[in-house]
């Protein structure tokens, strides 16, 4: 089943130029994410948004410097189940996954936002 999680909005906080802020989402999330989609409100001005797990820290996306609303398709290097080395395609090609998880998830916007505006984000989940 696939299904679209939207995040509460995340309103910055602090002085224009260099305000930030974080959310966390209300309950766990789990699956693999198959896309994220970015919405910035309220003007112009280029932020860094990391999407990460709560519980492990890893990182599901990291977009620097954006002002542009967008979708995203974050990938992850499979890798063997059991030694943990990179699997790749004919030995030299990444071999990409999407990432699978069951957490909570963070978004965290720092480096460059104005106060007021808005950001918003949207999980597209497969379970």
Do not use: H
Request: proline fraction near 3%; hydrophobic fraction near 40%; aromatic fraction near 6%.
């Amino acid at each position: 089943m696939i299904r679209q999680i939207s995040l509460p909005t995340l309103t910055l906080a602090g002085a224009t130029g260099s305000a930030a802020g974080t959310v966390t989402s209300i309950a766990p999330i789990s699956g693999e994410l198959l896309a994220a989609r970015i919405v910035y409100t309220g003007g112009t001005s280029t932020e860094d948004v990391t999407i990460s797990t709560v519980g492990g820290g890893a990182t599901l996306l990291a977009v620097a410097n954006n002002e542009a609303s967008g979708w995203y398709y974050p990938r992850v290097q499979a890798c063997n189940n059991t030694a943990g080395s990179a699997l790749t395609l004919e030995g030299t090609e990444v071999y990409p996954v999407c990432q699978a998880f069951e957490d909570y998830v963070k978004v965290v916007v720092a480096a460059g936002g104005t106060a007021g505006n808005t950001v918003d984000v949207s999980l597209v989940m497969r379970r």
